[in-house]
Structures are given as structure tokens and as C-alpha cells.
């Protein structure tokens, strides 16, 4: 290692700053692989699903594999922020790095359905913090001003991820067997260990504060019960249903128990003073709308896609492509001119139009919509989401003080989880239904009796139904679809309401120098305190 190159919060002209030394992009890189690997597993595993069934057993509890690890995820999400706060956002991203690779290795070697879902479980504790730490390392590292430049890398990760999923999925699955859908992460992940471990220097904390243990159990229980609800509302169990009532009583309760307790900790795990900020509370707000729509439509439009317009499982995911393309060019654009210009408020506006044009525009089609009309729509909603989803986490991270950087990046991350999760549950449970309603007045009791168990008929159950019955479930699902992108159109909203009273804060153009920890037992820092050295990163 030769020369080093410090980024300080020292102001520079704006003309220098555009320029990052190459070693940052070596960062950069590593934190865009811990990115992928958080995105790609779902969607790798997912494919390879059937035929770990197949071997495994244990049909029954399928739905925990996913289940499991997306609430170790969400759950620990918050967690990571506030550690990486306190004790140094480098450690705490290694760690999660390090405990995510575990738990692919083990899941690798699973002997049997409860060990499978153990160990994904695991896997999601590490991933919870690799989203985390990848977007507060580069609001560390990259001053607001400059960091819409790197919208389109993020962007171009979760596009490919969503594209690429089922197809390496599908893949490694008939040639190398289904548990190289989880050994594929080590290599990748150890090579963003390596580059993150030598390249990336940041400044050491030691908080004097303990963790906040009350407040990360009230605080997992709250989301724990929120995640199940609509996991399993309207689908293992009624919404009426006693287990469902119990767990939103759980969850509520949890959740004032820790809204409470935060105004009591000492370092409290989800700092209540960060949504004073109107701007961080409402691209939280943002975010969980973002979350709703977005995860709501790439799991409808491939279903229609496959029901509706005959594509096979393989070419729906390609069919998403005009969704994910202009998701990617509007955010490229919206990065470029967020960092020449430093405006930002028209594009939360724009995002929130063009995502009720375009999610209206979805529900008006049928089962005589072609695939290239389809792919306009599905290019108007790719066009808002492009414009939402890298500015909402810009406008949240300049919101707040350097030393709440990871809480405000777990945070957002953490509303555009819950409101994926929302979104899945009650955008599925009102496409089941009309699916379940359609299908009883166009087929009578056959067609009631094919989708009572599930709205949802794969390629093969489709191809053995007679053809009434067949064109009748057509019918089904465009009605469903209608329902669906119907209820986001309005959700969206909410969107380009929130948006309108967004404060077009000027963004820094330099990163603030983190403030020492050692001033108070808090880890408040005073405002006279001695600021930590800026980060260091080391030139290849």
C-alpha cells in the first residue's frame, strides 16, 4: 500500500470532488457485491425450492424457508444500524458479512427441512446488515451532493438481481444441484470481504452506552408479529382467526412498549429525535409506499404473464425488463442531475405520478392485452420506482447528523421492508379473492373447487385444466390483476402527496466529519467535541 487518500469534511470546490480516487471504486465494488448477494439469494433459492422438496421432504413447512429468513432480516435490520453507529460501521459490516457466509455454508449442508430452516435463518441475520451497511458506508464515504451518481449501480444491482434470480437459480439448480444455491454466495462473499478488509479505513467508535437490549427484543417482537401477520393472514390461517388476533395484539403492544422505551434508553436502538426531521419521517413514508408497490407488482405482472399471455416461467422474468430498464435509466438520469444540480424535490413528485399513471394503466389490462402494451405500462411504473428508490434513502441519510447515518439507513431500509411485506399480503389477499369469485360464476362449483386451496395455478396444474375452465381462470387473473394494481394506484398517492411537502434541503457536498464517541456515555456528541478522523481509504 502506497498513498493514501483521506476523504474529509473538508469543503472543496465541486469540480474536484467529482473525481473519486480509484480506491473508492474498489469499495464500491465490494459493497455492490454485499448488496447483490443480499438481493439475489431470495430469488436464486426460490428457483431451487422444488427441488430441495424433492430430497429434503418436508413439504409442509416450505413456507418457513423464505419466512425464516426474511424475519431474521427485518428484525435485525435496525439492530446493525445502531451498532454500526456505536461501534464502527467496518466492523459491524465484516460481521454481517461473516455471519450471512455462515449461514449459506451451513444451509448448504442441511440434512433436513428444520435444519434448513434454521440455518436460513442465520443467513438472514447476516443479510440484515449487508443492506444496512452498504448504504451507510457510502453515506460515510460519498457526500450527498456526489452520491446521485451512484444510484444507477445500485439500481443496475437490484435489476439484475430480480432478472438474474430465477435464471442462476434455474440454472446452478440442473447442473450443479440445489446446494450450490447457497455455496455460490462464498466466493462472492469472500472477495467482498477481502476488498472491504483492505481497502476501506474507517474511523474507530467506542460507545460508552451498553446496547439497547429491551429496546432490540420489543422492538423484534413488534416486527416479528407485524411480518407474520401478513405472511400468514388470509393464507395458513384466516384474517379473523385467533392466532392472526393474537399476533397484531403482540404486536402492538410490543410496539408502544418500544416507542416508550426509546424516550427512556440511554442509547436508545431507533433514536426518536431522527423523525423530528420531516423529511427523514416522510421518505420513511415514502419508502414503505415504494416497498408496497413495488415488490406487489413483480409478483403479479409474471403471474399474469404466465396465465394470461402463455409465457413460460423462464421468459416472464425477461418480460419484467421494461419495468427494470426504465427503473434503471430514470434513476441514472435522477443521480446525475441530484449531484450537477443538487435539486431533488421533482423527482419524489415525478416517481409519485408516474407510478399512479402507470399502476392504473396495469389494471386496465386483460386478457387481450398484448405484451407490448403491457411492457409500456410496465415501463411508466419502472420510470416512477426509478425516481423513488435511491432518492428516498439521499433525502433520509441528509436528514440526520454523521452519527446517525446507520439508524437512519436501517430505518429506511427497514419501512421498504415492512411495506413489502404489506404490499405481498394485502395486494395477494384481494387478488385471491376476486381470483376465487371470478373463477365461482364463470366455472360454477370446478372452477370454486380448482382455487379454494390457492388462487395461484403453476404452468403445469393450467395445461391439464379443460378449456373453459382454462379461459375462465384467464379471466380470473386479469380481474385479480385489476384489483390489485388498482389498490396501489391509490396507495401511490399517498406517494405524490408526502412528496409535495418534501423541504428541498441543500445537499452536502462534503461528508461531515464523524464526531468521537468518547465525549459522553450517550454517544451524543457535543457540539465542541473533537471530531474522529475522517475516513481512510487506502490506494490499490
Not at 208 to 217: H, Q, R, S, T, W
Not at 352 to 361: D, K, N, R, S, T
Request: aromatic share 8%; charged share 10%.
Amino acid at each position: 500500500m502506497a498513498d493514501t487518500q483521506t476523504v474529509t469534511g473538508d469543503t472543496k470546490p465541486a469540480g474536484k470532488q467529482e473525481k473519486q480516487p480509484k480506491s473508492v471504486r474498489v469499495v464500491l465494488l465490494a459493497l455492490m457485491i454485499a448488496m447483490m448477494l443480499a438481493m439475489l439469494d431470495n430469488m436464486i433459492v426460490g428457483t431451487a425450492m422444488p427441488t430441495i422438496v424433492g430430497e429434503l421432504g418436508g413439504l409442509e413447512h416450505l413456507s418457513w424457508v423464505v419466512t425464516g429468513y426474511t424475519l431474521a432480516t427485518a428484525a435485525s435490520t435496525p439492530v446493525w444500524g445502531k451498532v454500526g453507529d456505536m461501534f464502527g460501521r467496518k466492523g459491524a459490516f465484516l460481521s454481517s458479512i461473516v455471519i450471512f457466509l455462515i449461514g449459506s455454508a451451513l444451509s448448504g449442508m442441511a440434512q433436513d427441512m428444520g435444519q434448513l430452516i434454521g440455518f436460513r435463518a442465520i443467513q438472514g441475520l447476516g443479510a440484515g446488515g449487508l443492506m444496512v451497511g452498504v448504504m451507510a458506508i457510502i453515506g460515510d464515504l460519498i457526500p450527498p451532493r456526489e452520491r446521485g451518481k451512484y444510484q444507477g449501480m445500485m439500481a443496475g444491482v437490484m435489476a439484475l438481481a430480480m432478472i438474474g434470480g430465477p435464471l442462476v437459480g434455474g440454472t446452478i439448480t440442473d447442473n450443479w444441484g440445489w446446494r450450490w444455491a447457497f455455496y455460490i454466495n462464498l466466493p462472492l462473499g469472500a472477495v467482498a470481504l477481502a476488498l472491504v478488509t483492505a481497502v476501506l479505513h474507517l474511523p474507530k467508535k467506542r460507545s460508552k452506552a451498553g446496547i439497547d437490549y429491551l429496546g432490540v427484543v420489543l422492538l423484534t417482537v413488534g416486527i416479528t408479529s407485524i411480518v407474520l401477520v401478513t405472511t400468514w393472514g388470509g393464507s395458513e390461517y384466516p384474517w379473523t382467526s385467533a392466532r392472526i388476533m393474537e399476533l397484531i395484539a403482540l404486536g402492538v403492544v410490543a410496539l408502544i412498549g418500544f416507542v416508550f422505551w426509546q424516550t427512556k434508553a440511554s442509547e436508545p436502538v431507533l433514536p426518536l429525535h431522527i423523525f423530528k426531521s420531516l423529511n427523514f419521517t416522510l421518505m420513511s413514508l415514502i419508502g414503505f409506499i415504494t416497498g408496497f408497490v413495488m415488490f406487489g407488482a413483480t409478483l403479479f405482472l409474471p403471474l399474469y404473464q404466465q396465465a394470461v399471455q402463455g409465457a413460460s416461467a423462464t421468459n416472464s422474468g425477461l418480460l419484467l425488463l421494461p419495468m427494470l430498464g426504465a427503473m434503471l435509466v430514470t434513476s441514472l438520469i435522477a443521480g446525475r442531475v441530484t449531484t450537477s444540480s443538487g435539486r431533488y424535490k421533482i423527482f419524489p413528485i415525478v416517481g409519485g405520478a408516474l407510478m399512479i399513471v402507470g399502476l392504473y394503466l396495469l389494471s386496465t389490462m386483460d386478457t387481450g392485452t398484448s405484451r407490448f402494451v403491457s411492457g409500456v405500462f410496465m415501463a411508466v411504473v419502472g420510470a416512477g420506482m426509478g425516481c423513488l428508490m435511491q432518492i428516498t434513502m439521499l433525502v433520509a441519510q441528509n436528514s440526520v447528523e454523521m452519527k446517525d447515518m446507520g439508524v437512519a439507513s436501517s430505518s429506511t431500509t427497514l419501512f421498504r421492508t415492512l411495506g413489502s411485506s404489506f404490499g405481498v399480503a394485502i395486494m395477494g389477499a384481494l387478488f385471491n379473492h376476486r381470483v376465487q369469485d371470478v373463477m365461482a360464476e364463470r366455472a360454477g362449483a370446478l372452477g370454486k373447487g380448482i382455487t379454494e386451496k390457492s388462487a395461484q395455478l403453476d404452468a403445469a396444474s393450467l395445461a391439464k385444466l379443460p378449456a373453459p375452465v382454462r379461459e375462465a381462470y384467464q379471466h380470473a387473473v386479469s380481474a385479480g390483476t385489476h384489483s390489485a394494481f388498482l389498490l396501489g394506484a391509490v396507495i401511490a398517492v399517498v406517494v405524490l402527496i408526502a412528496a409535495l411537502f418534501v423541504k428541498e434541503v441543500p445537499l452536502r457536498s462534503a461528508p461531515q466529519k464523524p464526531a468521537s464517541d468518547e465525549g459522553g456515555e450517550s454517544g451524543e456528541a457535543a457540539e465542541d467535541a473533537v471530531p474522529a478522523p475522517a475516513p481512510v481509504i487506502e490506494a490499490v
